[in-house]
Structure formats: structure tokens, C-alpha cells
Nanobody
């Protein structure tokens, strides 16, 4: 079992940047593919970005490609979501998730077994 804790959410203006962080409770984090998902009110949860265990492969939703980046620091058991040029439609609760070491890189929600509690991001003027 591993606990994931997100931080960094808040209220920003359109065009701003914001970085979310997710800290894992165990060093086995370095074996896990990690994902960031988001859920806006009235919408289904969707993948935003994913990264494999050693950080050399990533995947992004088309809506955030080129604006969001997902670096990880295995020594610190952390993964981040760097968000740039934020838009109102990026407003959502953002969750980080871990696959438990079962996959090299996965974009499927069902493949992730550990989830954080979420951190809200609101983009509004």
C-alpha cells in the first residue's frame, strides 16, 4: 500500500502557470508508472498526463499537449504536473495515481490502483 498526497492547487487567472506536486509514502514509488487525472463538475474523470517509472516516456491528453509537463523525481518520491497557459476549461480537481508497478506506461484509469485525495484547480478571471 502506498499513500499519495497532492498539493499545489488553487485559484489562478487564465494564462497563468501552476505546478502540482504528488508525494508518495514509500520508495517503491520508483517502480510505478504515475498518472495525473482530472475531473470537472458534471464530467467524467480523464487522463491528463502519464509517465513511466524511470521518467523517459510520457503521454499527454491532446487538450494539454505542449502546455502541461509531468516530471518526476524518484529520489524524492514525487511527481509533478507543470501547467502553463492555463485556460478556464482546465478547472477541475486533479488527482495523481500510481499503477502499482504493473505496467510500463499506461493511460487507462483502470490500470491505476493507488489514488490521491485530489487538489482543486480553478482558472478564472
Amino acid at each position: 500500500q502506498v499513500q499519495l498526497v497532492e498539493s499545489g492547487g488553487g485559484l489562478v487567472q487564465p494564462g497563468d502557470s501552476l505546478t502540482l506536486s504528488c508525494t508518495a509514502s514509500r520508495p517503491t514509488f520508483s517502480f510505478y508508472a504515475m498518472g495525473w487525472f482530472r475531473q470537472a463538475p458534471g464530467k467524467e474523470r480523464e487522463l491528463v498526463a502519464a509517465i513511466n517509472s524511470n521518467g523517459d516516456r510520457t503521454a499527454y491528453a491532446a487538450s494539454v499537449e505542449g502546455r502541461f509537463f509531468v516530471p518526476r523525481d524518484n529520489s524524492a518520491t514525487m511527481v509533478h504536473l507543470e501547467m502553463r497557459s492555463l485556460k478556464p476549461e482546465d478547472s477541475a480537481v486533479y488527482y495523481c495515481a500510481a499503477d502499482g508497478g504493473r505496467y510500463h506506461l499506461t493511460t487507462l484509469q483502470g490500470d491505476y490502483v493507488y489514488w490521491g485525495q485530489g487538489t482543486p484547480v480553478t482558472v478564472s478571471s
